[in-house]
């Protein structure tokens, strides 16, 4: 799995407009700092309009970027976590 480049930054802000959200295992950051790419995520995405949250979850190995403004329910994003988790242990990431 490819980590989003800068090119991709405004598809990621158009799924959080629309109130969708999205869940990064760690595999895909590969060698890449996790928080440095995040903020500058983030702050791309404040200056479309889209305050954003990207947060961290080393419990379960994933970062969830959501739009504050639209939040999922707790039940979505932990369904979402569960598939990353199917994925991971199907050695699919």
Known sequence: ?????????DDVAGKLARGHWLIYPYETYGE????????????HLDERGIAADAIDMPEKDVV????????PARDQVIESIAAVEFQRAMGRL
């Open 32 to 43: 890449q700092d996790r928080a440095e790419f995040n903020d500058q995520l983030v702050k």
């Open 64 to 71: 969830v970027v959501v739009n504050v403004r639209a939040l």
């Open 1 to 9: 799995m490819a980590l989003l480049s800068a090119a991709d930054f």
